[in-house]
């Protein structure tokens, strides 16, 4: 979803013990959202422009397209239009 925006290999998954990060350049200041599949009721974390967290349930991992246009938002923060390198 973020291929259109940003160059695929800047956008990185980290693995925690409670979710996954996925973050743009490797770099936990910039988190694009958090997954959090441990528990039976999985979870999308959105992340707004003031790095607060908001979790949506989902039932499955391609429900995470519902959310496109919020992680482009959330990338935006991050990535001033035109500085996608």
Known sequence: ????????SRIVM???KSYCGILLND???KPICRL????SQKY???????KNE????I???VDIFRFEK????????????????
């Open 27 to 29: 770099n936990n200041r």
């Open 59 to 61: 039932d499955e991992p």
């Open 1 to 8: 979803m973020l291929s259109k925006h940003v160059t695929p």
């Open 36 to 39: 959090r599949f441990n528990a």
């Open 44 to 50: 999308l974390s959105l992340i707004d422009a003031t």
């Open 54 to 57: 908001e979790k949506h349930p």
């Open 70 to 85: 919020r992680l482009i938002e959330t990338l935006a923060f991050y990535e001033p239009k035109g500085e996608n390198e």
């Open 14 to 16: 980290r693995d925690t």
